[in-house]
Each structure stands twice: as C-alpha cells, then as structure tokens.
C-alpha cells in the first residue's frame, strides 16, 4: 500500500498497517483499531489516532501566491468547520483521513482504511465519508459496499452507521443526508437510522440544508423537503448539465463541465440566474457573501475568482496555480489542492479580502 497523505514525503516514520488482515500497527496511530467485518466496509480495518506529522518541502508546489499547508501524492476531498480544514486522500484502494488546524500547526492523522474514499463532510466536530472498495464501479450491483463512515472525535473508533448501496453523501444542518440505490430514495439519518424521504432516481450530486435535499440528475436538479417529502424541480430547462452542486438558505448554485456558465435559482423551486458566463467549472466554494470558483480552460483550472452575490461584480483572487482539483471557503481564506508540473498534490490557501 502507497504511504498515506501528509506522511507520503518527509515523516520519519512509517504509517500504521491497515491491511484487510487485521493487522495494526502503528507508529504515530495511537495503536488503536477497529476492524469490520462483513459487508460493512468489505473487512477493512479502520485505524483511528493522530500524530505530529511535519508538512513536508513547499518547494514541490508550484511558485504561485499561496500559503503551502501541506503536500501528497493522492487528489483529496476538502472539509472545513471553524477550526479545522479536513482531508480525505484516497488512491489504490487506501485511504487517509486528516485534519489540519486553520490557526497552524501540524496535521493530524485522524484515520487510515483499505477503502477507496469520497465524499466528505463535518458537523459539530463529527467526520463522515463514503467509502468503497474499488475505484471503478460500472454495475449497479458494485454499489452493494458503498457504506458511510463517521468519526465522533479524534482517537474514536471509525464506524460504519450507513450500510450497503449508499451511492451519494451531503453533510448539512439536519445531519446525514444520502441517496440509496435499492430503493432509490433520498434519506436522512436521523437518531434511529436512517428514515426514506423521497424517490429518486439518476442521482449525479448531492447537496442539502436544513429544510431540503437539492440533487442533480443528468440535465435536471430537484428539491425535495426534509420534513414532508414534498418534490418540486427547480429551474425547469435552464440546467444545462449541472455540476459542482452547493446550496445555502436561499439557493441552489451549480456550474457545469459542458455548458458555460455559473447559475444559482431560488429554493425550493425558481427560474437560473446567471452569475458568470462563459466559464466552464464544477469546482464551487461559498462563504462570506461571495461564490468562488475555479474556471477550466481544456479540463485544467489554474485561477480562482469569486462573484459578489449581492453585486455580481467577479474578481480573480488566486492565479498562476498547478491544476486546481478542489476547493472551499470560508469567510477569510480560500483553500484548494492543485496538481502540479512535479505530479504532488499540494493543499494551498489564500487570505481573501
């Protein structure tokens, strides 16, 4: 197995064994395991602990302007909360789960799996994230091991809390929200599992708030009400192959990878509006009143701009980056991973006005 993220280029020391044996291990792991069996992440051991991993040499990131907070070898899904920027790298059917302080300091290594991972979110200090056991999934029956994940808290044991067939994952105000292959239904986890909220069927993305799922499906998106079920489309026509899926109180906004444009539309159910135009992205960020995202030209992103949603006014404010991946915001920093000329991954920021 691949060294895992944060500790792949300069750690002095070797990460836990988290081979499907059940074998532990681990140096800087706390020495703590958990291992599931069965169906409920295909008999991979999830190791939970931290340790004081060094960030490793920034030069391997490209020279443009940001603030280098951490290097790898694997693309990674992104999470904020108020204090920490959350990292889940995954590749080769291992993954790693990391959290970085946003006032400084070193990354901690939260937990490691023999699981391909995606899909990641954070409420009040809870980590949840999908996983799987293989990268490439053509059937529908492939999904049958696609369970989530949570982590309550750092040193805590992983656990699986949704199980079998789970094929997408939003973490919003109400908590878990996920769509399920059999059935095909959008549902919330509640204290007594999860509960079935409404039909769905072609899910592509998935977004929610605290009244609404919100979901893509090829060239359409959909609301549906967290309390009674009730579905509307939203933006009949105007979707234009949605991608890159957020939502706040007020919104829906998308981007897309074959139609240019950034659009947002009211919720639960309204006409587009246009907030760039001639720009083709489906990586999306939103904080402190602004939009950000990262414009690809031929599928490689190397800047990032924000809208005003109060003026529409755009403005550059990352530029002469590697190949953008991934990104978020918050009210005084936007972070990214970027894929660089030296094939690192590096996890960047940058203070925003």
Known sequence: MMALAFCSLACGEDPPDTSPSGTTGGAGAGG??????????????????????????????????????AVDVWSAELALDADYIYVLASADSSLELSRLPLAGGAPERLA????????????????????????????????????????PSPGAEPSVVLQDGVRHLSVGPRGIVNSRIEPLVIQLQGED????????????????????AVWSQWDALFTCSLDDGTQSELAPGDEKTPAGLLVDDEYAYWGSDSDPGVWRAPLPGGAAESLAADVTTRLLGLAGGYLYFAPSTSAVATQIQRVDLGSKAIETVVSEQGNITNLVADATHVYWYEYNSNQFYCLKRAEVP
């Open 193 to 212: 599992g999860p509960s079935d909220v409404c039909p769905a069927t072609g899910v592509n993305e998935l977004a929610s708030n605290a009244d609404l």
């Open 112 to 151: 490691t799996q023999s699981l391909y991972g995606f899909g990641l979110g954070v409420r009040d200090g809870v980590v949840s994230w999908l996983a799987r056991p293989e990268l490439l999934v053509m059937l529908d029956e492939d999904y049958v091991d696609w369970n989530v994940w949570t982590l």
């Open 32 to 69: 703590s395991s958990a291992t599931t069996s069965g169906s409920g992440g295909g008999g991979a051991t999830a190791t939970a602990g931290t340790g004081g991993y060094t960030v490793p040499d920034p030069d391997r990131c490209s020279s443009g302007p940001g603030e280098v907070l």
